[in-house]
């Protein structure tokens, strides 16, 4: 009465033990009916290059998204937070020891910074102490606006952004934050890589830029935020041209 038992406990043991070797690379197949895409979107069973067209559509018709990490352009390192939409965004910049808040409202761009930021370089300190802690709306002529508003336009930032260098190609699972991610890379990796959400929609979740150029983190897609532009009375116009320090 106790041999069939038996023999079902050893046939079930010597099977676990081929699947493990399977799961090790021995090469075996059909221990496990599990689909490695089930409960995904899919976009985990396309090619690099199908990927990279969804998430690029996927993040150009979300609404919104915050962005945060390090960009290395132009020969410096931002660190940003920032939240965009379509007609502006908000967050904070830092660079070369400084950090300054960036405001965007359509076409109006403002920086707030404390005395220090503006004093910097030697700048006027009296002028630097008015300036302090205020919306300080940038001329669109001003270098400053050229150079900031970049960074508060969700479309052009994300267009430079989302962009893989070299034959693209998909680098495995993963995951980000507790989500499940297929990663796509440009020359192995040295052209940036890209993690995609597996779970809904495959919004971009994680870059790390070609070249050391910095690595950004993705959240809060199609979350909206307010965006207005701040009190008067916390608001200073400086004129055409902001201090040159």
């Known amino acids: 009465m106790t ?15 081929v699947c493990a070797l399977a799961v090790t690379g021995a090469g075996l197949t059909g221990c496990s009916s599990e689909d490695p895409d089930a409960g995904t979107n899919g976009v985990g069973k396309l090619s690099a290059q199908k990927i990279q067209a ?14 945060h990490g390090t960009v290395a352009a132009g020969g410096s390192t931002y660190t940003l937070d920032m939240r965009l939409k379509s007609d502006g ?3 904070s910049v830092a660079a070369e020891g400084a950090t ?4 965007r409202v359509g076409d109006q761009l403002f920086l707030k910074a404390d005395a220090g930021f503006w004093s910097h ?8 102490e008015k300036l302090a802690d205020k919306y300080v709306k940038v001329p669109e002529g001003d270098p400053a606006y050229q150079k900031f508003s970049g960074f508060t336009d969700k479309d052009v930032l994300l267009d430079g952004l989302l962009t893989l260098h070299g034959k693209v190609e998909t680098d495995g699972r993963h995951e980000r934050a507790g989500v499940r991610t297929v990663r ?5 990796g040295s052209g940036g890589s890209l993690d995609v959400s597996l779970e809904g929609t495959p919004y971009p979740l994680r ?12 959240s809060d897609w199609n979350k909206d935020f307010p965006l207005t532009e701040p009190a008067k009375d916390d608001t200073l116009d400086y004129g055409k041209q902001l201090p040159t320090s």
């Open 3 to 17: 041999v069939t038992p038996r023999r079902r406990l050893r046939r079930a043991a010597w099977l676990g033990a």
């Open 54 to 67: 969804k998430t690029r559509a996927a993040a150009e018709a979300a609404g919104a998204v915050r962005l």
């Open 89 to 91: 965004g908000t967050g």
């Open 100 to 103: 300054f808040g960036l405001l």
């Open 121 to 128: 370089d030697g700048g006027d300190a009296a002028a630097a």
């Open 184 to 188: 796509i890379t440009g020359d192995k």
């Open 207 to 218: 870059l790390t830029r070609a070249g050391s150029a910095g690595t950004l983190s993705f």
